[in-house]
């Protein structure tokens, strides 16, 4: 089954938005100065990868990955690997979801250590201060 120039243009699209997603998330995280504002520019990165991973594994006109007949015939054996969708990417994303849950809540806690100790969230002022 071919693509038409509508689900190519989509496919396209989708691609764009989730580069342009990221090159804002890391303009956030590496330029602006407040910490919450770079917990929230990597928190935005975490989601566009992980969007783009379960992309990379998305078939146009797919299937469930799951086998439900025990036959031994090959031929729908071969049918099936070429119309399953690849379950690995959205296992990976499930796993770095929850990773990125914990690094974000940690990164959260250290923002209210650092927002108990100096009272401001500012990186440049926290970079003049002394102890």
Do not use: C, H, W
Request: no cysteine; net charge positive.
């Amino acid at each position: 089954m071919s693509t038409s120039f509508l689900e190519n243009f989509f496919i396209t699209l989708i691609l764009y938005n989730l580069l342009v997603a990221a090159g804002i998330s890391i303009y956030g995280v590496v330029a602006r100065p407040s910490i919450t504002k770079k917990i929230i520019s990597l928190t935005i990165l975490q989601d566009t990868f992980n969007i783009l991973a379960i992309f990379l594994g998305f078939k146009v006109f797919s299937i469930p990955p799951v086998l439900l007949e025990l036959d031994s015939d090959i031929e729908k054996l071969l049918a099936f690997t070429t119309s399953a969708v690849d379950p690995l990417p959205q296992a990976l994303v499930l796993t770095a979801i929850v990773i990125g849950l914990a690094v974000n809540l940690f990164l959260i806690f250290l923002a209210l250590q650092v927002f108990r100790l100096y009272r401001t969230l500012d990186s440049r002022k926290i970079k003049e201060l002394k102890g």
